[in-house]
């Protein structure tokens, strides 16, 4: 797919990874809906100005199937379509096992994996239709290996990839793609706050002995969109960690 003037629809993209990828695309000629819980603050917009390309504004909750229906007709009205869809929202609410509430679980699970569901099925009959499309899910590694206090958000990125790899199955022969990427340890907010010390335990179980950057997982998620003939993958961009 030539990205010029196609319209990409990026969930979480205020802050971090989805920031990254919306930059990403609009450096690419790519028009972008950029997303968030609440409204999208002037100073994030006045950042794509130099591009050249169309950015709309919607806000919503992804989780509520509802709302996600409102934003894709909002971003199909604005744009004439969606051509990507990039399923970047997620939280997370570590605990361990023995501590971990219902609630805990359920709200991680909502967001991350119904989210992805619920932008997804809002998407594809307008994508199956055009006969084109490509929606890129964005997993992780802790959803290929588990990790302690996450059984929650791992349960979540481990369906994910479930998700799309049976998506990918149905839609295959009508031409939308569905792929998955899983990040391994990315500089992020978060990672800004972790102590030192656990910082670089994280970093020694990585081969390459670093974090990757927002910007390096935007560039695999760029060529995902671009591959007519790649789907039904789940890519980790972790440095090593997860090869086997």
Known sequence: MELTQKNVFITGSTRGIGLAIAHKFAS????????GRSAIAQDILDQFKDYGVKVV????????NADAKRMVDEAV???????????NAGITNDKLMLKMTEDDFERVLKINLTGAFNMTQS??????????????NMSSVVGLTG?????????????LNGFTKSVAREVAARGVRVNAIAPGFIESDMTDAIPDKMKDAMVAQVP????????EV????????????????V???DGGMTMQ
């Open 77 to 87: 009205e604005a744009l004439g379509s969606v051509d990507v869809l990039v399923n």
């Open 57 to 64: 504004a919607i806000s919503g909750d992804v989780s509520d």
């Open 28 to 35: 690419l000629g790519a028009n972008v809906v950029l997303n």
């Open 123 to 136: 998407v594809l009959k307008p994508m199956t239709k055009a006969r084109q499309g490509a929606i890129i």
């Open 218 to 233: 935007a560039e695999v998620t760029a060529f995902l969109a671009t591959q007519e003939y790649l789907t039904g993958q």
């Open 235 to 237: 890519i980790a961009i």
């Open 147 to 159: 990790n302690v206090g996450q059984a929650n958000y791992a349960a979540s990125k481990a369906g």
């Open 208 to 215: 390459m002995k670093r974090m990757g950057q927002p910007e």
